[in-house]
């Protein structure tokens, strides 16, 4: 059974960045798809990004909207997963939750992944 606890969340405005963490346990983060996703209100659970390590090479994955201003990594010694967030706009407001799948699955669906953090919330305000 693998954990996964996020942080970093918080208040900003827009233009700022802001990092977000997330810890693994009781599982190795580089034995599975790491990813993040966001949920605002009213609207359905979004990927973010997604990491995946075979061997040593990293196969990095971004959803549409955040190509170019987000940034996903890992750290296997530490077991953690990071995803720094650049010019943060209005619309990324949402909680952010980090998530673990088995390979071989699409990166990118939410219904790969089988294990969820409770999430974090960030606002970025005008």
């Known amino acids: 059974q693998v954990q996964l606890v996020e942080s970093g969340g918080g208040l900003v405005q827009a233009g700022d960045s802001l990092s977000l963490s997330c810890a693994a346990s009781?599982?190795?983060?580089?034995?599975?798809?790491m990813g993040w996703f966001r949920q605002a209100p009213g609207k359905e659970r979004e990927f973010v990004a997604a990491i995946r390590q075979s061997g040593k090479t990293k196969y990095l994955n971004y959803g549409d909207s955040v190509k170019g201003r987000f940034t996903i990594s890992g750290d296997n010694a530490k077991n953690m997963v990071y995803l720094l967030m650049n010019s943060l706009e209005p619309e990324d407001t949402a909680v952010y939750y980090c998530?673990?799948?088995?390979?071989?699955?699409?990166?990118?669906?939410?219904?790969?992944?089988?294990?969820w953090g409770q999430g974090t919330q960030v606002t970025v305000s005008s």
């Open positions: 998530a673990a799948a088995l390979a071989g699955y699409s990166v990118s669906s939410r219904t790969s992944y089988r294990y």
């Open positions: 009781g599982g190795t983060a580089s034995s599975y798809v």
